[in-house]
């Protein structure tokens, strides 16, 4: 089974970050985006989560 970063080298996906922000292209005939939109949720949720921790301390 293919990780999903295998699926978007395979399928000419752009992944870049510059300054702690991550831009990815998809082409829209990507067949795996609703993946990565729920891999982006999970991380967006994970630095809320971090930022409130770190500002509490």
Same mark, same amino acid.
């Given at each position: 089974?293919? =990780?999903? %970063? !295998? %699926?978007? /080298?395979?399928?000419? #996906? #752009?992944?870049?970050? /510059?300054?702690?922000?991550? *831009? /990815? *292209?998809? !082409? !829209? +005939?990507?067949?795996? &985006? +609703? $993946?990565? %939109? $729920?891999?982006? &949720? =999970?991380?967006?949720?994970?630095?809320?989560?971090?930022? #409130?921790? +770190? %500002?509490?301390?």
């Amino acid at each position: 089974m293919s =990780t999903i %970063r !295998n %699926r978007l /080298i395979h399928h000419g #996906a #752009a992944i870049e970050l /510059i300054d702690r922000v991550v *831009r /990815i *292209r998809l !082409n !829209n +005939s990507f067949p795996y &985006q +609703s $993946e990565v %939109r $729920e891999i982006l &949720q =999970t991380l967006r949720q994970q630095v809320k989560i971090q930022d #409130a921790v +770190s %500002r509490k301390k």
